[in-house]
């Protein structure tokens, strides 16, 4: 009796009813650190030049059962492909299946080996902590901006791995030591503070707003107790927030100082921070940072900066950095017109989640808001930034790559473009249909 052939784990179609098999192992491979990643020199075969228009995966426990994938390419940066489920097949995989490999694949594969520049932690009490590997000090006139949170150190190491021949070959590694920039501690710093408010909170006092003032006296108290630190040493040795109880010429030259803006004076020859309990130290402003703090909202905008001291007054010796805080809970956003669209969001009722680090299930992307509460999320992007060439390319490619995510059923895509003189309009109609096409 001849031996039943195995149904192959996927089925790639292309045009003209042409298919080809593949299994899991071939496109799922163990990394250095021993994390499933894609491998991307199958995919790419498998891809290139024609692209398969379906995927699928059949169940190894009843072969008549199939979902229905799809062949994703990360828009940014160096092309790389992964496999993406559609939510909306009818059928489901049996717990024993192989399909359930994927589940576990959450990345791709990296180009580079990194260490991790942010790592959040339980410390032995239980609570959560976190470190970020930074350079504080160093550099002056450059600081992160809304895409571009990492940069990274290279380093090129050579090992002896053979002769041949007359020549001893050498493999050449690549290591990379990230650091998240001046801006990305703040945002950590302000995660972990959040996040521990959230945690503690009465039940009684869930309808109260969340002030900055509210978050900037827990970032004090994160800061106090350890909770936030930076190359592995307490953040509290050099920074501070400005309270009636910390002297306001603090020992030392170099400090980080942390408040809420409270304006700009003398043509912008300084500007105050505003603490907790009504403390508020000045700043003098160097003149090639005269137009820094242009578009900073007072008392809405959750400023850092990096200073010297200078006789009786603190100096800036780089770029500040500043959040803005929407109301009502004091939401981290990144320009006016995000706080606008988040306020729209609240009225409007949607269960708002705001990423705040790169999405692997969104090809590498941060999209501003995700929305949940429907048959499947609802990515929201914010292009608030007009006439910059550079800005428009990379929101064209983002574009693309989230309508192409809707039309294969794997997410809603709602967008507002300051560059269209509709666009508000658009968005709020987008929004308004989907809660009716949902009710």
């Known amino acids: ?14 045009s003209g009813n042409r298919i080809q098999y593949g299994n899991y192992s071939d496109i799922i491979v163990p990394s250095e650190r021993g994390k499933k990643v894609w491998n991307q020199q199958v995919l790419r075969k498998l891809v290139e030049p024609e692209r398969p228009w379906l995927v699928e995966c059949c169940c190894q426990t009843n072969p008549s059962k199939r979902v229905s994938m799809h062949v994703v ?14 939510p909306n097949s009818p059928y489901q995989h049996t717990s024993d299946c192989p399909k359930k490999q994927l589940e576990s694949v959450v990345s791709l594969p990296p180009i580079l080996s990194k260490n991790d520049a942010v790592r959040w932690s339980v ?26 949170v990492v940069s990274d150190n290279v380093e090129m190491n050579e090992s002896r791995i053979g002769v041949r021949g007359n020549k001893e070959e050498a493999e050449r590694r690549r290591t990379v030591r990230s650091q998240v920039e001046f801006g990305g501690l703040i945002r950590e ?10 945690e503690n909170r009465p039940a009684s006092d869930i309808s ?64 105050k921070l505003r603490g907790l309990k009504s403390a508020s130290w000045r700043i003098d402003i160097p003149e090639q940072f005269a137009k820094s703090f242009v578009g900073y909202s007072v008392g809405k905008t959750l400023t850092a900066v990096r200073v010297i001291r200078k006789g009786d007054h603190w100096r800036l010796t780089h770029a ?41 299930d969104l090809g590498g992307l941060r999209p501003d808001f995700v929305l949940h509460g429907l048959d499947r999320d609802v990515v929201v992007e914010i292009y608030g930034r007009v006439g910059d060439e550079k800005y428009n390319a990379h929101k064209e490619a983002k574009r693309e790559f989230y309508r192409a995510l809707q039309r294969e059923g794997l997410i809603h895509y709602v967008e507002w473009d300051a560059e269209e003189k509709d666009g508000q309009v658009r968005f ?6 989907l809660k009716r096409k949902s009710n």
């Open 1 to 14: 009796m001849g031996q039943v052939r195995k149904m192959p784990e996927l089925i790639y179609h292309y």
């Open 123 to 148: 410390n032995e009490n239980g609570e959560m902590q976190v470190d970020v590997h930074v350079s504080l000090f160093a550099g002056g006139l450059r600081e992160m901006t809304e895409d571009d």
């Open 428 to 433: 709020l109609h987008s929004l308004q249909e």
């Open 73 to 86: 390419e990360r828009p940014i940066g160096k092309r790389r492909y992964y496999l993406a489920n559609n």
């Open 320 to 360: 500040p950095f500043g959040a803005l805080l929407a109301q009502p809970d004091a939401m981290w956003v990144e320009s006016k017109i995000e706080e606008q669209a988040y306020a729209f969001l609240k009225k409007m009722s949607w269960t708002i989640e705001k990423p705040y680090h790169k999405r692997d």
């Open 208 to 271: 109260t707003p969340i002030t900055p003032a509210l978050i900037l006296g827990v970032m004090l108290k994160t800061l106090l107790e350890g909770k936030i630190t930076a190359n592995g040493k307490e953040l509290r040795s050099i920074a501070h927030i400005p309270h009636p109880s910390v002297k306001r010429h603090i020992e030392g030259t170099r400090k980080i100082l942390l408040g809420i803006y409270d304006g700009n004076f003398e043509s912008g020859k300084f500007v």
């Open 189 to 198: 710093w302000y995660l972990i503070a959040r996040h521990c408010l959230l």
